[in-house]
């Protein structure tokens, strides 16, 4: 299948995940060292658009996709952070969302879609800001009720027009259910174009794999070496990005995926067993998943071998009070406010040789966890202009049960005339 046509549809016809058929080598020692970051991922990803029909938009796609910056902050020697939250909804998932929803609006056809993405905090209001009226495309968001932050909360509900926020009262796992199970169901398949822009689809994850191989290559420029990432997980997708960076032949050295108390990789290493276990509810929420639905596509780079899994694939776990002390120890020791799930990657860092350099992935802006942050800091966070801007809005939203007939009904009531019901 052509990548577009993987990204309309989301998810395969047999409810499995799409991957690369195969990973180019990209040879960047021959790209001119004053390369913007969004030409570089231009580049990068054209291979993968090669016979597509959206090939000659990509430069566009680019530039209007990774048009805020992408930063990098040098602690000591050793240690560094990758700022990955100063896109328009403040955290990594702005990458993924803005270039799906600026390659669907290329894609020509005459049907209405509809996005429908369950959210663990931070994927929904990437999503809303992204295809926020954008003409033909419906954006269905299901979050956990009461699990999110509520500045989370409120960046996805303040959108209206062609954004339907659902508070489901549940878990993640019950939002990422009621999504799979909308794919596979009668009703919406005969009344909708369904379409997810969850990090099971392959347009979210394969441009994340740009901020990995740019860093790296600045990286290799500077140090002559290669980079070594730490990146906080919980569906499992950003990291998964970082291993197809790595497999493109970037020069990506060790990857460690620094978890909160779900520690998903952590215990499927240990017992060789995915866990069957709802998840957990830490102070890292957006990592709060039990059953990471991209471990498929890690496993699979991996050719389904438990052995060669475990030699690449590093995972250490967080509990929230080590969350709680690293936010603290790293304001102390460096003067940087960081977020919970960035913690959990900087207390990973601790565990792990101070010699190697590491290059922590911050995933998110710690305003939009200032419940949690300002009282172990003590102190006020500033909030970035752009987060003040949406908190002015009004919030709307609709409270459901995770149930489908709940979420049908919910979804005619906001886009179908009642004729059509
Ligand atoms: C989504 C998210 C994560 C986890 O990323 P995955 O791709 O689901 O592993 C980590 N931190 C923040 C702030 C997030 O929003």
Redesign the pocket.
């Known amino acids: 299948m052509s990548l577009s046509q993987a990204m309309q549809q989301g998810l395969a016809l047999d409810g499995g995940l799409f991957v690369p058929a195969c990973f180019p080598k990209i040879d960047y020692s021959s790209l001119p060292e004053s390369i913007s970051y969004s030409q570089f991922a231009e580049n990068m990803l054209a291979p993968f658009f090669k016979e597509d029909s959206l090939s000659r938009h990509l430069s566009s796609i680019c530039q209007r996709s990774f048009n805020f910056p992408l930063s990098r902050v040098e602690l000591d020697a050793n240690n560094e952070i990758l700022e990955l939250f100063h896109g328009p909804t403040l955290?990594?998932?702005d990458f993924g969302a803005q270039f799906l929803a600026n390659c669907l609006s290329h894609v020509k056809t005459d049907k209405t879609f509809t996005i429908l993405v369950a959210t663990?905090?931070?994927?929904g209001s990437a999503v809303a800001s992204a295809f926020y009226q954008k003409p033909n495309i419906r954006v269905v968001v299901l979050f956990p009720k009461d699990k999110i932050s509520m500045r989370q909360q409120h960046q996805i509900t303040c959108w209206g027009d062609n954004v339907l926020a659902l508070a489901v009262k549940g878990r993640f796992d019950d939002c990422q259910k009621l999504v799979k199970a909308a794919f596979s169901d009668p009703w919406w398949q005969s009344k909708t174009h369904l379409n997810t822009s969850n990090?099971i689809n392959i347009g979210r994850l394969l441009p994340q794999t740009t901020y990995y191989a740019y860093t790296a290559w600045q990286y290799f420029l500077k140090h002559k070496q290669k980079a070594n990432f730490i990146?906080?997980?919980?569906?499992?997708?950003?990291?998964?990005a970082c291993f197809w960076a790595k497999e493109m032949g970037f020069p990506i050295g060790r990857i460690v995926v620094s978890q909160n108390e779900n520690n998903v990789i952590g215990q499927y290493l240990q017992s060789k067993k995915l866990p069957n276990k709802p998840s957990i509810e830490t102070l890292?929420n957006?990592?709060d998943?039990g059953k990471?639905s991209?471990f498929e596509r890690l496993y699979d780079l991996f050719d389904h071998d438990f052995e060669e899994f475990k030699q690449h694939v590093h995972g250490l776990k967080a509990s929230d009070q080590a969350i709680k002390q690293t936010v603290l120890s790293v304001y102390q020791q460096y003067g940087q406010i960081i977020?919970p799930?960035?913690a959990t990657a900087f207390y990973a860092r601790s565990l792990l040789d101070s010699n190697t350099p590491f290059i922590m992935v911050a995933?998110?802006h710690p305003a939009k966890f200032e419940n949690i942050v300002e009282p172990i800091l003590q102190q006020k966070i500033q909030v970035p202009e752009h987060l003040k801007a949406l908190l002015d809005k009004k919030q709307h939203y609709t409270q459901i049960a995770p149930e489908m007939d709940q979420l049908c009904k919910a979804y005619q009531e906001a886009f179908l005339p009642k004729s059509y019901i």
């Not at 663990?120 to 994927?123: A, L, N, R």
Request: proline share 7%; aromatic share 4%; with cysteine.
């Open positions: 955290s990594f998932k663990s905090g931070d994927t990090s990146v906080p997980s919980g569906n499992i997708g950003n990291v998964t890292a957006a990592m998943v990471p991209n977020c799930h960035t995933t998110a």
